[in-house]
């Protein structure tokens, strides 16, 4: 089955650009979405098709996806922006998700 | 604007069998396919399935082969998912995500999501 790897934890401080990957055989031969997920809340889409933006996601959140590697930049990072994030894709008859990474704005 | 609204908590005993159901409101039920996703307590999210309202074609991930049923009631615009066997390692919200769709096609991703239904199994 296929599979998506992210880091566990992301650190960034207000202001800076976080970056997020996410890796899996061939990933740039799909298409990834990007969810963020604040505590005790449902899933936001943030990206779709790599790098387009949803109605009313700001500008700030960016997107990148070639190799193996899917990554999702948040530029001047907010501290509203402390949330895990989670990679999507599909995998020819399933949906897949990343293993989730924390990002920690301090 | 468009909503999913979903059933409140449950609890099950081991080996029983859920349902959980989700509403559309809005404009959310017409060529958009409807997947159930679920999240165990500090853990990831995981995909289980998804229905197409209109013609009731469904598709399922492995792991949860044989063991969920989605299905629809299109006069309630609501879809519904049911997981038998129940164990513990199903304790889990589930959430219902619509597939979403724009003027030019239906892309891989979920745009609006209900807001969750949290499903307990212990004896």
């Known amino acids: 089955s296929y599979e998506l790897t992210q880091p566990p934890s992301v650190s960034v401080s207000p202001g800076q650009t976080a970056t997020i990957s996410c890796s899996g055989d061939?990933?740039?031969?799909?298409?990834a979405s990007w969810y963020q997920q604040k505590p005790g809340q449902s899933p936001v889409l943030v990206l779709f098709q790599d790098n387009k933006r949803p109605s009313g996601i700001p500008e700030r959140f960016s997107g990148s996806n070639s190799g193996n590697t899917a990554t999702l930049t948040i530029s001047g990072t907010q501290v509203t922006d402390e949330a895990d994030y989670y990679c999507q894709v599909w995998d020819s008859k399933f949906y897949v998700f990343g293993t989730g990474t924390k990002v920690t704005v301090l | 604007q468009v909503q999913l609204v979903q059933s409140g908590a449950e609890v099950k005993e081991p080996g029983a069998s859920v349902r959980v159901s989700c509403k559309a409101s809005?404009?959310?039920?017409?060529?958009?396919?409807f997947n159930w996703v679920r999240q165990a307590t500090g853990q990831g999210l995981e995909w289980m399935g998804w229905?197409?309202?209109?013609?009731?074609?469904?598709g399922y991930a492995q792991k949860f082969q044989g063991r969920v049923t989605m299905t629809r009631d299109t006069s309630i615009t609501t879809v519904y998912m049911e997981l038998r066997g129940l164990r513990s390692a199903d304790t889990a919200t589930y959430y219902c995500a619509r597939r979403y769709c724009d003027n030019d096609r239906c892309r891989d991703a979920f745009d609006i999501w209900g807001q969750g239904t949290m499903v307990t199994v212990s004896s």
């Open positions: 229905m197409n309202p209109q013609s009731g074609t469904t």
């Open positions: 809005g404009d959310a039920f017409n060529r958009n396919d």
């Open positions: 061939k990933l740039g031969e799909r298409f």
